[in-house]
Every structure is written in structure tokens, then in C-alpha cells.
T-cell receptor
């Protein structure tokens, strides 16, 4: 089983709908992240969390919200999806201290029509 | 904000050739990282660099942390078909700041 699991893997939705992407991890890491990947644009940080009570905005947080339900769970929500939020979304974890080693999930591909 | 300029954007090479790609920034980074992403998967860390001037190898891969702290390169020797993928540089701009910034990636294609 994957250490970092994302659900759903693929989702097609319509403009204005609320969408939640979920991430769970079995690595025991405190730190969790949500990134967005668009073709040719690399990975952009949306939100990150150092522990259950700590949530921080990343580079492109507008239009997104997150919830850290437990150490192992970090969900990303789009309250009212729009077409330019069509992208590949990655959850990642790190233990901190070992700076830089992010462990990524397999990604959730979201299409907003 | 801080940005990483990664080049080239894509490469087409023959199997067996060596590959070189690099990443530059206008500001100083404390950590440089190189990741590889294969189709349908998330990026996986290849090499991490923590000191200016550091040269690190991982099999056929070699990466260096530039002396200026503003650049890094990744070399792949004797490329093989499984090297195909997108290679990302990433950096940590401030000590103990987990906002790791990624370059836009180099897509490597290998011709038979």
C-alpha cells in the first residue's frame, strides 16, 4: 500500500460545485502539503501544515481551503470550482528536520467543466 | 517572489548519451533538491544538496550545489530508457522554511 494515499485519483466536475480532495498518510510525518501541477509550470504550493493546529497559506491559496483532521489526514477543498482549477493535485508529507525530502502521493487529477 | 529558472524545458537524446540540466535563481538558496516524476506518479527525490560546493552522486546521477548558492546542476551519464520523465529542481530559500519552491521541470525524452 502507498504511504501517501490520495482520493479520488480522478474527478470531473462542473463549475460552481464543491470538491474535496483527501490525503492520508501512514508515514507518521507531522508535516503535510498540497501542491498543484499544471503542464510546464512545475509544482506550486497551495497550503501546508506543520501539525494539526498549524495551517499556512502557500503561493496560490486563493480559491482553496484545507482541513487537517488528524496527523495522518489533510484535505483540500474547492468551495466553488472554476475551470482554471483544472490541474493535477499532489499531497506530500515530510518529517521536518531532514529538510527537503517530500514524499508525494500519486496525484488527483481534477477537471472542472 | 523567489523563482527557480530551470533549463532546458525539454530534451531529446539518444540512448547512451549523457544529459545535463541546470537550475538558477536570483536569490540564495540553502538547500537544492532534484526530483524525478514518471507518468502517473508523484515526484520522487533523487538527490539532496545542503552545502555550497557540495557534489553528490547517486548511481549515474551527479548533482552539485553551486558556490554562489544560486544555482545547481544535474548530470545523468549513459542514459537508459527508464530515465524518461520530468526532472524538477527544488530549493529551500530560507533556513527552516518548509516552503520548498520548484522549478518548471525538464522533460527528458530518449530516442531508441
Amino acid at each position: 500500500d502507498a504511504d501517501v494515499t490520495q482520493t479520488p485519483r480522478n474527478r470531473i466536475t462542473k463549475t460552481g460545485k464543491r470538491i474535496m480532495l483527501e490525503c492520508s498518510q501512514t508515514k507518521g510525518h507531522d508535516r503535510m502539503y498540497w501542491y498543484r501541477q499544471d503542464p510546464g509550470l512545475g509544482l506550486q504550493l497551495i497550503y501546508y501544515s506543520f501539525d494539526v493546529k498549524d495551517i499556512n497559506k502557500g503561493e496560490i491559496s486563493d480559491g482553496y481551503s484545507v482541513s487537517r483532521q488528524a496527523q495522518a489526514k489533510f484535505s483540500l477543498s474547492l468551495e466553488s470550482a472554476i475551470p482554471n482549477q483544472t490541474a493535477l493535485y499532489f499531497c506530500a508529507t515530510s518529517r521536518g528536520g531532514e529538510i527537503g525530502e517530500l514524499f508525494f502521493g500519486e496525484g488527483s487529477r481534477l477537471t472542472v467543466l | 517572489g523567489q523563482q527557480l529558472n530551470q533549463s532546458p524545458q525539454s530534451m531529446f537524446i539518444q540512448e547512451g548519451e549523457d544529459v545535463s540540466m541546470n537550475c538558477t535563481s536570483s536569490s540564495i538558496f540553502n538547500t537544492w533538491l532534484w526530483y524525478k516524476q514518471e507518468p502517473g506518479e508523484g515526484p520522487v527525490l533523487l538527490i539532496a544538496l545542503y552545502k555550497a560546493g557540495e557534489l553528490t552522486s547517486n548511481g549515474r546521477l551527479t548533482a552539485q550545489f553551486g558556490i554562489s548558492r544560486k544555482d545547481s546542476f544535474l548530470n545523468i551519464s549513459a542514459s537508459i530508457p527508464s530515465d524518461v520523465g520530468i526532472y524538477f529542481c527544488a530549493g529551500q530559500p530560507r533556513w527552516r522554511d518548509d516552503k520548498i519552491i520548484f522549478g518548471k521541470g525538464t522533460r527528458l525524452h530518449i530516442l531508441p
